[in-house]
């Protein structure tokens, strides 16, 4: 009997599962490939900014620090939205490479905390579940 593998594709919402309780506890993260539009207070939250600086210093001169930096990939100036960047892999530089879990979780912007309720497709996320340790990696 031959078995399917069904592929998700963060760009495509058609491969999306829905949402629902307990599905991240065995995902791979896929929805932490995905950019991650952030505003300042998300930033001053995850203490990329300072809060004396976020009231006192233009949002573009921060985005170029952050940009020289490599946190922000770029910045929208008429809505003031920063894009974080990413690892060459594609993953979130806050994604802990081994465990797939968020090294700041407590302090994650709210695109992250709102994640799946809002979104390119609400209610649905680009879960992938993870694969099954390996006999000869239990040793």
């Known amino acids: 009997m031959k078995s399917s593998i069904y592929i998700v594709d963060v760009d495509r919402t058609d491969t999306w599962t829905r949402y629902r309780n307990g599905l991240c506890d065995n995902c791979m993260a896929n929805c932490c490939t995905m950019p991650v539009?952030?505003?300042?207070?998300?930033?001053?939250?995850?203490?990329?900014?300072?809060?004396?600086?976020?009231e006192h210093e233009a949002p573009k001169q921060i985005a170029k620090r952050l940009t020289k930096a490599g946190l922000v990939q770029h910045f929208n100036f008429k809505?003031?939205?920063?894009?974080?960047?990413?690892?060459?892999?594609?993953?979130?530089?806050?994604l802990d490479a081994q465990t797939r879990r968020c090294k700041v979780y407590d302090k994650r912007p709210n695109t992250c905390r709102k994640h799946p309720q809002i979104g390119p497709k609400p209610g649905y996320c680009p879960f992938g579940a993870k694969a099954a340790p390996r006999k000869e990696d239990a040793r």
Do not use: I, K, S, W
Request: aromatic share 12%; glycine share 2%.
């Open 37 to 54: 539009e952030v505003r300042l207070p998300d930033l001053v939250r995850l203490e990329l900014v300072d809060p004396f600086e976020a």
């Open 79 to 94: 809505y003031e939205v920063f894009t974080l960047a990413r690892r060459a892999n594609g993953d979130c530089h806050f």
